[in-house]
């Protein structure tokens, strides 16, 4: 377990046997929760993991038998060990030692100084040795927010709250992600690590992934500031004041800001009219809400109301010319005797069939209904030829702007 409270774990062994008594130094009391806590890390976690792995792997290969867990149930009863099933004896001595290990680190910090300083010095170091495992600084960084959502609560609460609450979120993120792992492996272990350790290490994530995405940007903004005063000075414009906002987004500075004043209200009726715009293929045209905005109509940047003398263009329908081509000399350029021909033919088949019907003298209904509606379907073709053709020529030159 991740030792490092504030006084109140007690070791009933030692209480018993007396060495509660010999008290030990901050020092050593530190050390000891800091090998605790980078025990329960998730680069640790993984090296156990492959630890244990490798014990299995290897009582296979020397056929090592099974031990009875009844047995090593009465002789590890001590060390808080409770097997529930037979284990080879490569498993056993695994866990035994990281046991031992754990408790001997338990020993120390339940010896060591008590009470509010000691406790937060305790958590001070257990989040610094977090910040030691490289899995968790790139757990820190997952993409959980966009930077188009980042830009926006940029332009609303400043770079530094933004920061830090992207930070803490994907951090938290990326804890949740990876403590599944370690809670797992800690288990198999049976080591003394319990949903306590699990949210300590969340929280642990949570200021982690805060603190790297602060720390990052302030040192990003020094080193922009120190460009944008070199730029200012070759300019002959010293005294400009920095606006980080507008060095970051130089396209979107402005009217961000001026979204980010405005109502939630004003927000979603222009994402309504952009979306329903796009969706029905028309220009997106914000200047009428804009207008109404006391916020965004004095402000250059916003769209104006369209000049109502300027007329859009109509969009040009993209046509593939081969099948164009085809449709043209299938249709337009057809000619009657060919149309004719055709008609015949069907004519022809139609006869054919119920030629065969009175030669054979079946009766089948299905048939007869067929024949009937293929004749139907020749009259209505031949009926309505015409027609069909001036549509399709209608279509055509519509397409070809004519």
């Keep these: 377990m991740a030792q490092i409270g504030f006084g109140l774990n007690i070791n009933k062994t030692a209480q018993q046997s007396g060495y509660d008594q010999f008290s030990l130094g901050l020092g050593e009391t530190l050390k000891a929760v800091a090998e605790d806590n980078w025990k329960f890390n998730p680069i640790s976690s993984i090296g156990t ?9 290897f009582a296979e290969q020397e056929n090592q038998p099974l031990l009875d867990r009844q047995q ?17 004896k490569a498993v056993v001595d695994l866990i035994v030692e990281n046991k031992q290990e754990e408790l001997k680190r338990l020993d120390i910090i339940n010896r060591g100084k008590k009470g509010f300083l000691a406790g937060s010095a305790k958590f001070l170091t257990g989040l610094g040795v ?54 797992g492996v800690a288990q198999s272990v049976q080591a003394d690590y319990d949903l306590t350790d699990s949210f300590l290490n969340l929280t642990f994530g949570t200021v982690i992934g805060g603190g790297l995405h602060v720390g990052a940007g302030k040192l990003r903004d020094l080193y922009t500031a120190r460009k944008f005063k070199k730029r200012m000075k070759e300019a002959g414009t010293p005294d400009e004041e920095l606006n980080l906002y507008k060095e970051y987004y130089p396209e979107n500075a402005p009217i961000m800001k001026k979204l980010a004043e405005t109502s939630p209200e004003t927000r979603k009726l222009l994402l309504d009219l952009s979306v329903g715009s796009l969706i029905t293929e028309r220009p997106v045209d914000t200047a009428p809400i804009a207008a109404r905005d006391p916020i965004l109509k004095n402000d250059s940047s916003t769209p104006q109301p ?16 081969t099948e ?16 004719n021909l055709e008609i015949e033919s069907l004519k022809s088949q139609l006869e054919v069939l119920k030629a065969k019907k009175q030669q054979k003298d079946f009766n089948f209904s299905e048939e007869e209904a067929e024949v009937r509606k293929t004749s139907d379907e020749v009259d209505e073709l031949d009926t309505n030829d015409k027609e069909l053709d001036g549509i399709i020529k209608d279509t055509v030159n519509c397409v070809n702007g004519r």
């Design 72 to 88: 090593l149930n009465t002789k590890y009863k001590d060390l808080g060990l409770f097997f529930e099933k037979d284990q080879p």
């Design 49 to 57: 993991f492959f630890e244990l792995q490798g014990a299995r792997d």
């Design 324 to 339: 164009l081509s085809t449709v043209e000399n299938t249709t337009i350029n057809k000619k009657p005797q060919d149309t």
């Design 130 to 183: 977090s910040f030691l495992d490289p899995v968790n600084i790139g757990a820190s960084f997952l993409p959980v927010v966009g930077q188009a959502n980042f830009a926006r609560l940029a332009g609303r609460s400043g770079f530094t709250t933004a920061r830090l609450i992207k930070g803490a979120g994907e951090g938290l993120v990326g804890a949740a992600l990876l403590e599944p792992l370690i809670y």
């Design 306 to 321: 369209a000049d109502p003398s300027i007329k859009t263009q109509p969009r040009k329908m993209e046509v593939n010319e």
